[in-house]
């Protein structure tokens, strides 16, 4: 694994296992103290082009945990040289000769692997425009077995913009890996999956229902994966106007799920769940922001110090096994 693109280079169940015990160590472990050499001498650069809270924070914090050092650049749109015009192959090139690892969010979709592929050092796709956002895919699924222990037999429902929403795009692939998952995908008709979405998930085996409406399928759901309308894509403020109140979670219609559902949202929410359902026993959505610095260090510690890695997955997997 030298870099993190898209959770389509993820295969199987297997290869994400790892990552899951990992992240489950770290999270178990308050005693930083034995970590944080991990990364020490390392020198990992976030560069964002598109805004974030989560993301970029809490790389930067796994980083910290972990003992190494950060140079960071957000808005880089504008503090960058992008400003003057250099693409992002020469800026890749460039940050290779100072970091051990980047984290890039660009506003394009592929941008993030046209950096990587002029880069020799690993590269990790923070968001690339409406494309895919792979490690918030593989925190929404550690999240999910956190909570479940598997994904197999679970009902997910992704409702709001399926369309520009680059986290699902990646949850969604990796969800699809698990066996008898059932997706249900509410949206407006102009904010549906791409098609390529569907047609994959399909030959995976996956049973997808398509609907405009969540009525008929929030009692069957074990996992509701709300998310934001994207704003920032329509060219024209108006087809956001038609779209932007389509769904609203309130608690009443949270409490027509099963007792044990979980509902999750990348964030940022703008209006999509009513500050009332906080309090209900279902939303995780702060859980999974929170484990968001778990599945980072993982993440970081398996490109960025290897061998260690494949210790403490094979060693702590017995502790895991102890604490489940
Ligand atoms: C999301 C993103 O930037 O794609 N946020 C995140 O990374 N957790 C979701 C969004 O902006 O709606």
């Known amino acids: 694994m030298q870099h993190i693109l898209s959770a389509q280079q993820f295969k199987s169940q297997a290869e994400i296992n790892d990552i899951m015990t990992m992240a489950t160590l770290f999270k178990n472990n308050t005693d930083y103290s034995?970590?944080?050499?991990?990364?020490?001498?390392?020198?990992?650069?976030?560069?964002?082009?598109?805004?974030?809270?989560?993301?970029?924070?809490?790389?930067e914090t796994a980083v910290l945990r972990l003992g190494g050092k950060v140079i960071s650049c957000e808005n880089a749109q504008t503090n960058t040289s992008a400003a003057k015009g250099e693409t992002i192959e020469d800026t890749a090139r460039v940050l290779a000769g100072y970091a051990d690892l980047m984290i890039i969010r660009h506003p394009e979709k592929n941008s993030v692997a046209r950096a990587a592929s002029v880069s020799d050092i690993p590269v990790i796709n923070a968001g690339d425009g409406i494309g895919e956002h792979p490690t918030q895919g593989l925190l929404d699924i550690f999240t999910i077995i956190e909570r479940f222990g598997s994904i197999d037999n679970l009902t997910l429902t992704f409702v709001g913009d399926l369309k520009n929403g680059r986290t699902l795009h990646s949850t969604i692939q990796l969800a699809a890996l698990y066996d008898s998952v059932t997706i249900n995908l509410v949206s407006p008709a102009s904010l549906t999956l791409p098609?390529?979405?569907?047609?994959?998930?399909?030959?995976?085996?996956?049973?997808?229902?398509?609907?405009?409406?969540?009525?008929?399928?929030?009692?069957?759901t074990d996992v509701l994966y709300m998310t934001r309308i994207q704003k920032e894509r329509f060219t024209d403020i108006r087809q956001y106007n038609q779209v932007k109140n389509h769904y609203i979670l309130t608690n009443e219609l949270a409490n027509k799920m099963k007792y044990s559902s979980i509902i999750m949202h990348p964030l940022p929410r703008v209006n999509e769940i009513e500050p009332e359902v906080d309090t209900n026993h279902r939303a995780y959505y702060f859980e999974q922001g929170k484990n968001g610095v778990y599945l980072r260090m993982a993440l970081l510690t398996m490109l960025l110090n290897p061998l260690e890695s494949i210790n403490i997955t094979l060693l702590d997997k017995q502790k895991v096994s102890v604490l489940s």
């Open 195 to 220: 098609a390529e979405l569907i047609t994959k998930l399909t030959a995976q085996g996956c049973i997808i229902n398509q609907l405009q409406t969540w009525d008929s399928c929030l009692a069957a």
């Open 34 to 59: 034995s970590i944080n050499t991990r990364l020490a001498n390392k020198i990992v650069a976030t560069v964002f082009f598109e805004p974030s809270t989560r993301t970029r924070l809490s790389f």
